[in-house]
C-alpha cells in the first residue's frame, strides 16, 4: 500500500566522509556567457541575484547511477526511423568519441542523449514553426551509453541549419544537442557541439558567447580524414570533460 | 595512474526542441524495477516564470533525491546496500504551456552527512531551458517548523524571505489524480520573488 509502509525514522550516527572529488566553479571564461546581445531570453531568464555558494554534502556528490535501468538504451544507428529502415536523407555520418572527468579517467556506462534537426533544418517536435519538411525516415534522437572506456558512438545525419523564428537575421548552423548524465549531480551536462568549417558558425550568438577561443573549439566536433572508416560516411569526433577532479592524494 | 587536468566542456543551452520523448514516463518516481517505492508518496508540482511572471514552456526540470530513509542509490552512499529497490531516486519533467511540471515521488528521509549535521529533508532540483545558457540549480526543503531547522545547505541561503521560498508548500486540498498529498513548488527563474538557486 502506498504511504502506509513502515520507514526508520531515527537517524544514525554520522557516516563516514565520502571519497573527495572537487567540483570547482566553471571557469566563466571557457563557458557561455549567462547574458548574451540579441538574444533577448537570456535576459529575462537568467536570475538577477548571485548564485549562492553552498558545501557540497553527500546529496550533490551523488547522482543517478545505472540509468540504463530506467531509461531505454536505443540502437547506435538513428540514420533510419526503424532499425534497417529507409535511412533519412542527409549525409551519413558518425559521431564518437570520449566522456570523462577532468583528470582523464573515463567515465564508463554514462548515458548519453542526443536530438537534432533533419538534414532541411527541421526538427520532429511540436513548437518547430519552421517552414522545411519532416523527414519521415528520420526521428532525430537517440540515448546511448559509454562503454568501459567512456566511448560512445551513434550513426546519423548531418542537420541542416535554420532560422530562429524570432529574429530576423539569426540562422542556427548544424548543431547536436548532448544530454549526458555523469555520475554525480555536480556533473550533469547539456550542450550543443557544432561541425567544423561552417560559415555560420562565425555569426552563432551561442557559439560565440564562449569568450575563450580554445573553450570555444570543445564545441565543435573534429573532422576525421576521409580515408578512416566506410566509404559511405563521415566521422566527427568529440570528447567530453565533465567537472570532477579526484583530489591529490597528500604525501605520506 | 596519470593524473591529467583538462578543461571541463562549456555548457550550452537546450534550446527550444528537447524532445517529450525524453522526459515521458520520468516524472513518476514511485515505483522502480517492478517494485513500489517505501515511505509516504507525495505529489511534488509547481510552474516555472521568468520575469513578469511568464510561464516557460518546455523547461526541463530534474530532480534527485535519496529514499524515504534519507539513503541514495549511488556506491558513494556507505548505506547504500540498504537503499530501497523499489526507488530510484531520479526524474525528469518537461512544462507544459503554462509552465506546469509535476512529479510523483516519496518523501525523503533525513539523514546524518559527514560532519554530523542533519541533512533536512530535501530534493536536489535543477531547471534547463532556451535562454538559460547553464542550468539552474537549487533544493526543495518540506520540513514543518522550517523557521527553526538548521541544514547546511538552506543556512547558506541568509535572507529569510528567499530561505522561505525553498520550503514547498502543502496543498490543502490535493489536486491529484491518485490522491496523494501535494506540495507546490514555483520557480522564479527571475523577478521579485525570485528562488534562491546555488553555484552550479
Request: glycine residues 8%; proline residues 10%; aromatic residues 10%.
Amino acid at each position: 500500500m502506498p504511504g502506509q509502509s513502515p520507514i526508520e525514522h531515527s537517524i544514525p550516527p554520522a557516516l563516514p566522509a565520502a571519497p573527495e572529488v572537487d567540483y570547482e566553479p566553471y571557469l566563466e571564461n571557457t563557458q557561455l556567457a549567462r547574458y548574451i546581445d540579441h538574444y533577448p531570453r537570456s535576459f529575462t531568464r537568467n536570475p538577477s541575484q548571485p548564485l549562492i555558494r553552498r558545501p557540497l554534502t553527500l546529496s550533490e556528490r551523488t547522482g543517478p547511477v545505472e540509468l540504463q535501468r530506467r531509461l531505454s538504451i536505443d540502437s547506435e544507428d538513428i540514420s533510419s526511423k526503424v532499425p534497417g529502415g529507409p535511412r533519412a536523407m542527409g549525409q551519413y555520418i558518425a559521431v564518437t568519441g570520449r566522456v570523462m572527468d577532468e583528470n582523464g579517467a573515463p567515465l564508463a556506462g554514462a548515458v548519453i542523449e542526443i536530438w537534432q534537426a533533419n538534414s532541411a533544418g527541421k526538427y520532429v517536435h511540436e513548437l518547430d514553426r519552421h517552414q522545411a519538411p519532416i523527414d519521415p525516415n528520420f526521428a532525430g534522437l537517440g540515448r546511448f551509453e559509454t562503454d568501459a572506456e567512456g566511448q560512445y558512438k551513434f550513426l546519423s545525419i548531418k542537420p541542416g541549419a535554420y532560422p530562429v523564428m524570432e529574429s530576423d537575421w539569426w540562422w542556427r548552423p548544424p548543431h547536436i544537442h548532448f544530454s549526458i548524465f555523469g555520475p554525480s549531480w555536480m556533473n550533469r551536462y547539456v550542450t550543443q557541439i557544432f561541425f567544423p568549417g561552417e560559415p555560420l558558425n562565425e555569426t552563432d550568438l551561442l557559439l560565440n558567447a564562449v569568450q575563450d577561443p580554445e573553450a570555444r573549439e570543445r564545441l565543435i566536433f573534429e573532422s576525421t580524414p576521409t580515408t578512416v572508416g566506410a566509404v559511405n560516411l563521415l566521422i566527427f569526433r568529440r570528447d567530453f570533460v565533465l567537472r570532477g577532479k579526484r583530489a591529490t592524494p597528500e604525501l605520506e | 595512474m596519470d593524473r591529467m587536468n583538462l578543461p571541463t566542456s562549456p555548457y550550452c543551452t537546450i534550446g527550444p526542441f528537447f524532445p517529450g520523448e525524453f522526459a515521458e514516463g520520468c516524472g513518476d518516481l514511485t515505483r522502480f524495477a517492478g517494485k513500489q517505492a517505501r515511505g509516504r508518496h507525495i505529489r511534488l508540482a509547481g510552474t516555472v516564470v521568468e520575469e513578469g511572471n511568464r510561464p516557460i514552456q518546455n523547461a526541463v526540470v530534474e530532480i534527485w533525491q535519496p529514499d524515504a530513509n534519507g539513503i541514495f542509490r549511488h556506491p558513494l552512499d556507505p548505506r547504500s546496500k540498504d537503499a530501497d529497490p523499489g526507488f530510484f531516486g531520479w526524474g525528469r519533467a518537461r512544462t507544459d504551456a503554462e509552465g506546469r511540471y509535476t512529479f510523483r515521488t516519496v518523501m525523503p528521509g533525513a539523514y546524518p552527512n559527514e560532519a554530523g549535521a542533519t541533512r533536512c529533508p530535501h530534493i536536489n532540483l535543477m531547471v534547463l531551458a532556451i535562454g538559460l545558457t547553464r542550468r539552474l540549480v537549487t533544493t526543495v526543503f518540506f520540513t514543518e517548523g522550517f523557521d527553526q531547522v538548521s541544514d547546511p545547505v538552506l543556512d547558506c541561503v541568509d535572507d529569510p524571505v528567499r530561505r522561505g521560498r525553498l520550503c514547498a508548500i502543502r496543498e490543502e486540498v490535493s489536486n491529484d489524480a491518485g490522491g496523494l498529498p501535494a506540495y507546490r513548488f514555483d520557480i522564479v527563474t527571475r523577478g521579485p520573488a525570485e528562488t534562491a538557486f546555488f553555484t552550479d
